[in-house]
């Protein structure tokens, strides 16, 4: 069976995922040509190599078309925390509040995504996660799922994160995930309603079950988004299992410069026990 074991000794974020992915095997002409069926606008695709503390990796990110600030999605009165590993640009208006700018909720999200020419399985996977990422806002603001919407360049920001690694894992043809313990980082974040506890709230609901540490590496090192992923597609979270074998080493890098390489990587190979 073919198998990905994640080692997250310094976290997980969307961008990190796909970067691994691609440069365990993904094209990214093909990767930017899927992307484009979800008739997305506003964006452009980030691709190339970078040295993180001696490491080769690939660094992937979303990069806006926009005036606004891309690091702070958030307009006053909007449940948000800035993403210092990757501005994954979360779910954040409650209603009640007005904005100038569109907000996604979860249901135009889904007609995005049914819409696009990518396979029924991706899809399918790509809402269980949005699913999980909305049901955890929802609970730590109190809400229904129903009142969790995405600002409108987050939401940009998000699909491509979620549907693209969906797709990317279906192109390398891989079964089964498994995952290390997750460096979740220490410290606080500054979110539109003051500073937040690292692991951020959602992102410790959405951690729930899974075994997870902090160090003394400061920031936020697993993202809502990542967490999310985790969540939804890991068959396994502990420590690499003994009859795994691989044969593909990747690295996706992170946005920050940290005191640790600041890299997701990827083992791709199989696991004998399995299948």
Request: glycine share 10%; proline share 4%.
């Amino acid at each position: 069976m073919k198998t990905l074991y994640l080692d997250c000794f310094s976290g997980i974020s969307g961008n990190m995922f796909i970067g691994m992915l691609i440069h365990g095997g993904v094209p990214f002409e093909e990767f930017s040509k899927a992307m484009d069926t979800l008739g997305l606008t506003g964006y452009s695709l980030i691709c190339k190599p970078v040295s993180k503390l001696g490491i080769q990796s690939i660094y992937y990110n979303v990069e806006l078309d926009t005036e606004q600030e891309h690091h702070d999605e958030a307009t006053p009165g909007d449940h948000h925390h800035h993403e210092e590993q990757h501005h994954d640009g979360q779910l954040i208006d409650m209603t009640g509040h007005h904005h100038h700018h569109h907000h996604r909720g979860l249901s135009e999200i889904t007609d995005i995504i049914q819409a696009a020419s990518i396979d029924e399985s991706v899809k399918s996977k790509s809402l269980e996660v949005f699913g999980a990422l909305a049901n955890a806002e929802a609970k730590v603001h109190g809400v229904s799922v129903e009142q969790i919407h995405f600002h409108e360049v987050g939401a940009i920001d998000c699909i491509l994160d979620i549907v693209g690694t969906i797709w990317a894992l279906q192109y390398l043809g891989i079964e089964r995930i498994c995952v290390s313990p997750l460096h979740v980082g220490s410290g606080f974040v500054r979110c539109a309603h003051g500073i937040m506890p690292v692991p951020a709230p959602a992102t410790a609901e959405l951690l729930s079950g899974l075994p997870y540490y902090s160090t003394d590496v400061r920031g936020e090192l697993v993202t809502p988004t990542g967490a999310a992923l985790v969540k939804t597609l890991a068959d396994y979270v502990g420590p690499r299992p003994k009859s795994f074998i691989h044969t593909i080493t990747a690295y996706g890098a992170g946005t920050k410069e940290l005191e640790i390489p600041n890299v997701l990587r990827g083992f791709i190979g199989q696991d004998m026990s399995v299948g």
